[in-house]
């Protein structure tokens, strides 16, 4: 298990002396995997909060669609936006193929229904268990609404933490409609696949340990931030 | 603590307009060899200096290069397939194709070498005595470059290796790097060009148990995205690197290429040498 | 109060049926402007139902009600609270702001009046606390602050006291009595006798979704109409 000790004291140097490709690469994961988490979060919010509060004819068959999409595989998202995005697709003018945005739209579709899906099942048992609150109070749908988001904020910040996660580990989509084209495209997974492939297992390996490092910086942030708002009411 | 969409759409707005704000660039689409050898690490930055001109590489199999091709993603390819490569120019996907380099494929296996292929200087004999002795094959099977050139040996070996995949012969649909890691850890065979294995760090056991025959010489090409076809492709731009490419100081710059202490790529551009329809 | 109290309201053959079962049937009764009515039966009976039916959060099958008028507002002129309270996860004080931000009062108002009814209800001190840490009286109590805190015209509890200590359900029938006192009309219902027997001056008795009994409580008390009344008044009526 020498890959692995040598791979940790890897990580320390990179991260010691702040290599610049590596903080160029884990500024761009960042970057990507946040926009496309604020794009699918907003969308799939919103959908899960119409599909809580209205119903209407093939609304079930929505939601097992949704719901079936949480665990999309990225690599046929990935390829559906290529094939889409290619200048031979039918969005080929918008010429976006090989960059960034490319990478946040296959993203977004990974996310949405995660997001969607999770957040819809939060609000409805809130729904549940508010609704006559709600009903007594004479709150119209979109009033009861915001409450509700409000109400299951700490729930709905989980299922935002599993979104970023699905988007800054994934690499399939990613790869595909991204091309890890140095300085552009390049992410931290994409970067930990190339250097697999280059033999340089250490090296991926302690790419590897600072991906997961990020996550738990980030996970750990939200997790003081909810413990300090839950002990100041809520 | 609630998202505020707008602002984040809006942020995201900016971020993405920064992007395509950046100087004008092309994209190549190459081969898996290429980037795995670090040979764009070394030369874009030269390409920078000299023609102002950013080249975003995208690397991949020979054969989804060329497809990238054809559907207009890449502005000029760099390949290693020659039939393919002489296909799409005939197809009218792409023109003016320039042989700018070569290096040479090279049998890699265990040092143990069960099937004793070592021993020779003939690649197909070589590959007939590891079919022989159904000794355990690695193949790319992603039909790359070097995937294409194994298939032409062993058909070359009168050897239909498909028809024992599963069994000795593996089908990986790998790259090259992926496809040496997963070499080294089953002790198999695999064809591999020299620039990958120069800069592979996981060898293992494995060694260059064969090079040098002539069959095993392996060409990159240059080709160039017709314009024609995709009307946004920077042909401009995309001329102006092919030719500091085969420009005397962009081949020298290939020769000087160093990859532990060897030259994983020969410039070997010559004006009259050239395929195209243009 | 300024405004006109949308009591009395006329209940006139209320009946609720979900498909061949019927829930309740036929009930008509008059709820007054004031006082406690006390809404008695064993488990089952229809109580929850009848409140929710006045309430409006239900339809009933047939039957209807009359309000004295109907204001645009109807529903925000009443309040209802739920056997287990529905409490926001957010402050005690929080919870109470809620409503009266819902109802269009200004911030400084509302927090004047917040102030007033956690003093009025005891739960000045828990003010800062997570709403849904307190104990279960204290929930019964902030709930009823804030259904109380909107000054409706009328009020609805269903079974405030269950699930209580001794000492906490009688914090929560002081605190009834209170809000009756401050002019709002108090509709309870309950199974706990010596509950009603405490607070209510009027009682409604309900039996397998039909009105058995209707009138002052002191005449209820003491000589129940019929022999299921009786029963009931025994301990002998289980459902």
């Known amino acids: 298990m020498d890959e692995f000790s040598a791979a940790a004291s890897l990580a320390f140097t990179l991260l010691a002396k702040a290599d610049p490709t590596l903080v160029d690469i884990v500024l761009r994961s960042l970057r990507v995997s946040l926009s496309a988490l604020a794009i699918a979060g907003s969308i799939g919010l919103l959908l899960a909060?119409?599909?809580?509060?209205?119903?209407?004819?093939?609304?079930?068959?929505?939601?097992?669609?949704?719901?079936?999409?949480?665990?999309?595989?990225?690599?046929?998202?990935?390829?559906?936006?290529?094939?889409?995005?290619?200048?031979?697709?039918?969005?080929?003018?918008?010429?976006?193929?090989?960059?960034?945005?490319?990478?946040?739209?296959?993203?977004?579709?990974?996310?949405?229904?995660?997001?969607?899906?999770?957040?819809?099942?939060?609000?409805?048992?809130?729904?549940?268990?508010?609704?006559?609150?709600?009903?007594?109070?004479?709150?119209?749908?979109?009033?009861?609404?915001?409450?509700?988001?409000?109400?299951?904020?700490?729930?709905?910040?989980?299922?935002?933490?599993?979104?970023?996660?699905?988007?800054?580990?994934?690499?399939?989509?990613?790869?595909?409609?991204?091309?890890?084209?140095?300085?552009?495209?390049?992410?931290?997974?994409?970067?930990?696949?190339?250097?697999?492939?280059?033999?340089?297992?250490?090296?991926?390996?302690?790419?590897g340990f600072i991906l997961i490092l990020l996550a738990l910086i980030i996970n750990a942030g939200v997790f003081i931030t909810r413990e300090i708002a839950q002990r100041q009411g809520g | 603590m609630r998202i505020r969409p707008l602002v984040l759409v809006g942020m995201l707005c900016s971020l993405l307009q920064t992007a395509h704000a950046e100087d004008p660039y092309i994209t190549l689409s190459s081969t898996t060899s290429t980037q795995a050898s670090g040979f764009f690490d070394y030369y874009l930055p030269l390409v920078k200096a000299a023609t102002g001109i950013e080249v975003r590489v995208v690397a991949v199999g020979s054969g989804q290069a060329l497809k990238l091709g054809e559907q207009g993603d890449a502005d000029v390819l760099l390949v290693h397939d020659k039939p393919g490569e002489l296909a799409f120019v005939a197809a009218g996907h792409g023109h003016d194709r320039r042989e700018v380099m070569y290096n040479d494929f090279i049998l890699v296996g265990p040092a143990s070498d069960p099937a004793k292929v070592s021993r020779g200087k003939d690649v197909v004999q070589a590959l007939k005595t590891i079919a022989d002795n159904a000794a355990p094959f690695a193949s790319r099977a992603d039909d790359s470059g070097t995937h294409r050139t194994e298939?032409?040996?062993?058909?070359?070996?009168?050897?239909?290796?498909?028809?024992?995949?599963?069994?000795?012969?593996?089908?990986?649909?790998?790259?090259?790097?992926?496809?040496?890691?997963?070499?080294?850890?089953?002790?198999?065979?695999?064809?591999?060009?020299?620039?990958?294995?120069?800069?592979?760090?996981?060898?293992?056991?494995?060694?260059?148990?064969?090079?040098?025959?002539?069959?095993?010489?392996?060409?990159?090409?240059?080709?160039?995205?017709?314009?024609?076809?995709?009307?946004?492709?920077?042909?401009?731009?995309?001329?102006?690197?092919?030719?500091?490419?085969?420009?005397?100081?962009?081949?020298?710059?290939?020769?000087?290429?160093?990859?532990?202490?060897?030259?994983?790529?020969?410039?070997?551009?010559?004006?009259?040498?050239?395929?195209?329809?243009? | 109060m300024a405004r006109e109290s949308i009591l009395p309201l006329r209940c006139e053959g209320l009946s609720f049926r979900v498909g061949d079962l019927t829930l309740l049937q036929e009930v008509s009764f008059t709820l007054g402007q004031t006082g406690v009515t006390a809404v008695l039966g064993p488990n089952g009976a229809g109580k929850t139902l009848l409140l929710k039916l006045c309430h409006g959060l239900l339809a009933p099958s047939a039957g209807h009600l009359q309000w004295r008028y109907r204001p645009a507002d109807l529903r925000m002129r009443q309040a209802m609270v739920f056997q287990k309270p529905i409490l926001l996860r957010r402050s005690v004080a929080a919870n109470i702001e809620y409503v009266l931000r819902v109802r269009g009062m200004s911030r400084a108002e509302s927090d004047a009046r917040t102030h007033e009814m956690l003093r009025l209800t005891g739960l000045a001190e828990f003010a800062a606390r997570p709403a849904r840490a307190l104990s279960g009286g204290e929930q019964q109590r902030l709930a009823l602050a804030r259904a109380w805190a909107t000054a409706p015209d009328v009020l609805f509890l269903d079974e405030p006291g269950a699930n209580l200590d001794p000492a906490a359900a009688r914090a929560v029938e002081e605190l009834i009595c209170t809000i009756a006192a401050s002019g709002t009309k108090v509709v309870l219902a309950t199974h706990d006798l010596a509950q009603a027997r405490r607070t209510a001056q009027d009682v409604l008795f309900l039996h397998r979704g039909r009105l058995r009994a209707a009138g002052a409580a002191t005449d209820f008390f003491a000589s129940p109409p019929d022999e299921t009344a009786a029963a009931f008044l025994r301990g002998e009526l289980y459902w």
């Open chain 1, 49 to 207: 909060a119409l599909l809580t509060v209205t119903r209407f004819t093939g609304r079930t068959l929505l939601i097992i669609g949704i719901n079936a999409a949480m665990g999309l595989p990225p690599v046929v998202v990935g390829l559906a936006v290529y094939l889409l995005l290619s200048r031979a697709g039918p969005l080929g003018d918008w010429g976006l193929l090989f960059s960034p945005t490319a990478m946040v739209i296959a993203q977004v579709v990974l996310l949405t229904p995660l997001i969607c899906g999770l957040a819809r099942q939060t609000l409805e048992d809130a729904w549940r268990e508010y609704g006559e609150l709600f009903a007594s109070l004479g709150l119209n749908h979109f009033r009861a609404l915001c409450t509700l988001l409000v109400e299951t904020r700490y729930s709905l910040l989980t299922t935002l933490l599993a979104g970023f996660g699905r988007a800054i580990s994934e690499v399939g989509a990613v790869l595909i409609v991204g091309g890890n084209i140095a300085h552009v495209t390049r992410v931290m997974t994409t970067t930990i696949a190339m250097e697999t492939s280059r033999g340089n297992l250490a090296l991926a390996l302690a790419l």
């Open chain 2, 151 to 278: 298939l032409r040996l062993w058909a070359l070996a009168g050897v239909n290796a498909q028809a024992a995949s599963g069994t000795w012969y593996k089908e990986l649909g790998a790259g090259m790097g992926e496809t040496l890691n997963t070499a080294a850890g089953l002790e198999s065979y695999t064809l591999s060009d020299r620039a990958t294995w120069l800069g592979f760090g996981n060898r293992g056991t494995l060694r260059v148990l064969l090079e040098g025959d002539p069959k095993l010489f392996n060409q990159y090409s240059l080709i160039l995205v017709s314009k024609d076809r995709h009307p946004h492709v920077k042909a401009e731009a995309a001329q102006r690197f092919v030719d500091y490419m085969t420009s005397a100081a962009g081949q020298a710059a290939i020769a000087a290429f160093k990859l532990g202490g060897e030259s994983p790529f020969k410039a070997n551009y010559s004006a009259s040498v050239t395929n195209g329809s243009d």
